[in-house]
C-alpha cells in the first residue's frame, strides 16, 4: 500500500519541525535564575566607578566562584541562550532589572550570612 502524498509530506513537516524545537532549546547546566542574577552582578561590577582593572578581575572571580561557575561555563550557556532569541530578550531584560534594582547586593559588599 502506498502512502498518500499529502500524509508524507505532513510527516516531514512534523518531522522538521519537531527537531527545530529541539535544536532551538537552550542546552545548559546553568539555570536562568543563576544566570540572571551573576550576569546582573557582573554588569554592576562593570558600571561601578572607582575600580581598577585588577579589582574589577578580583569581583567577577568572586562572583563566579560564589556561584560555583567558570567563564567558560557561562559562556556556555550564554551561547545556548542565544539559540532561542525570544528566551534571550526575556532573560535580558530581567538582568537588566536585576542589575538596577538597588536594593539587591552589591558586588562590593560581601553577601550576608
Known sequence: MRIPIVV???V???LIVSAGCRRGQPVSSVSDSTFVAV?????????????????????RDSI????????????????AL????????TVWQ?????A????????DTPPAK
Open 64 to 79: 563566579l566562584q560564589s556561584r560555583g561557575l567558570t567563564a567558560a561555563r557561562l559562556e556556555t550557556a550564554a551561547r
Open 12 to 14: 516531514v513537516v512534523v
Open 94 to 98: 530581567a538582568i537588566e532589572k536585576r
Open 8 to 10: 508524507r509530506h505532513v
Open 39 to 59: 550576569m546582573a552582578d557582573l554588569k554592576r561590577v562593570h558600571e561601578a566607578t572607582g575600580l581598577d582593572s585588577a579589582q574589577r578581575a578580583a569581583r
Open 100 to 107: 538596577s534594582d538597588t536594593t539587591a547586593a552589591k558586588p
Open 82 to 89: 542565544a539559540k532561542n532569541p525570544s528566551l534571550a530578550q
